[in-house]
């Protein structure tokens, strides 16, 4: 596990009530952040499920319909409101830290973890997934390996600027109770 240290200045307790789990497609942001919400008795939000019931459209469509820019705004309101709430995990889109400083925001107003994991490791994740990924639609498994491995370089350095970096294979979220209760 890494902490970053560089932008202590307005870290407090407090901004543990809001935690924000980052990380590529796959990284199991989801599954661990309601797990780890019921632990500490959090609520938890799905950023890409908020997204969903407030546009009235899943996700393909919106990205189909309106277009990933407009996805990407959509994702920035979503997140402004999620900084007002307290006691709450939050899972966020695999692209949302990388767009419109939104990796800024949610270190200034919550705990961002990143959730670390190897491009193979993300393709054995992704190819098996049932979940629709506009990004990844019918890629092979060489394509997919391809497209992992270039975006998570482009990526990278807005992960790696989470207040916590942990590996995430096999990753229990005890483990993330603990890193938060230690801080
Ligand atoms: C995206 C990741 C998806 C979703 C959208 C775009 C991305 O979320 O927000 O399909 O740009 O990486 P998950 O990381 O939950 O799959």
Redesign the pocket.
């Known amino acids: 596990m890494v902490q970053n240290q560089t932008d202590n200045s307005a870290w407090t307790g407090k901004m543990k009530s809001r935690i924000f789990l980052i990380g ?3 990284s199991g ?2 599954t661990l952040g309601s797990k780890l919400a019921r632990k500490i008795g959090f609520d938890f939000v799905d950023m ?1 499920q908020l997204i969903e019931e407030t546009a009235g459209m899943r ?1 393909p469509a919106i990205f189909n319909e309106h277009g990933e820019q407009i ?1 990407r705004k959509w ?1 920035h309101d979503i997140l402004l409101e999620l900084c007002d709430r307290e006691n709450v995990v939050v ?1 966020t ?4 830290p990388c767009h419109n400083d939104m990796i800024r925001i949610m270190n200034d107003h919550g705990a961002t973890i990143y959730i670390q994991l190897p491009p193979l490791a993300l393709k054995d994740r992704l190819f098996y997934s049932k ?1 629709e ?3 990844i639609k019918g890629k092979s498994e060489p394509e997919l390996v391809e497209f992992i491995t270039t975006l998570l370089g482009e990526r990278e350095k807005y992960y790696q600027q989470a207040r916590y970096i942990v590996n995430g294979v096999n990753l229990k979220p005890e483990e993330l109770a603990a890193l938060l209760e230690g801080s």
């Open positions: 590529f497609m796959g942001k989801s890409d996700i996805f994702e899972s889109g695999g692209g949302a979940t990924r506009p990004l």
